[in-house]
Each structure stands twice: as C-alpha cells, then as structure tokens.
C-alpha cells in the first residue's frame, strides 16, 4: 500500500522560507516522476514542481521559479520542497504526488498522478 506523507507547513511572513517534506512508503519508483501541486481555496490543482528520471530532472512553475526547488533523497525515500522568498500568493494546501503512467509526459498535469497526500497548509501573510 503507498503512502505519502507531507510535513514541513506552515504559517510564515512574506519572504520567509519553509521546507516540505514527502516521505513515501510501499512506493519505490524513483524514476518516475514525483511532483508537488498546490490548491488555493476556489482555485484548481496547479503544479508547483516536478521531478523524475534517474538523473533526477526538475520542473518549476514560472510563478515558483528561482524561489522554488524541488530535490529527492531516494535513499530515503523523500522528496522535499524548499520555498525561499514566499509571497502571499503562495497560500495554499500543498500536495505530494507520485506516479505518472506516462511520465515524463504531463508531468505538470495534477490528472495523471495515481497517489496522493493529504496535504500540508502553506500560509504567507503580507
């Protein structure tokens, strides 16, 4: 049975930094891809950052890029996002998830990941 478990939100000023965590289980995938998304209240799942293939390639949303990165520790199974520079726009319930079909295809498309977290809440107040 997978499981993903998020960690590391929060509530932090503008410009401040968080690191979120996923720690998989029962998943041992590493190449294929893992991605964080994020959902604002009335908002869709938008891709934040995605990672996969053995050499470990890396997408960032332009609205996330420079201030963003996504990283895997496949020795520990876990995959992190650090947040740096965080904007009021950034508020949102973030989520790990893991395994694409189709990987690398879609791999920013919140409709081709098979397992989820539950989510960790990011809020940045201004």
């Known amino acids: 049975q997978v499981q993903l478990v998020e960690s590391g939100g929060g509530s932090v000023q503008a410009g401040g930094s968080l690191r979120l965590s996923c720690a998989a289980s029962?998943?041992?995938?590493?190449?294929?891809?893992m991605g964080w998304f994020r959902q604002a209240p009335g908002k869709g799942r938008e891709g934040v950052a995605t990672?996969?293939?053995?050499?470990?390639?890396?997408w960032h949303a332009d609205s996330v890029k420079g201030r963003f990165t996504i990283s895997q520790d496949n020795a520990k199974n876990t995959v992190y996002l650090q947040m740096n520079s965080l904007k009021p726009e950034d508020t949102a319930m973030y989520y790990c998830a893991a395994y694409n079909p189709v990987c690398p295809v879609l791999h920013d498309s919140a409709d081709m990941y098979t397992y989820w977290g539950q989510g960790t809440q990011v809020t940045v107040s201004s």
């Open positions: 029962g998943y041992t995938d590493s190449s294929n891809c």
């Open positions: 990672i996969y293939g053995s050499g470990g390639t890396t």
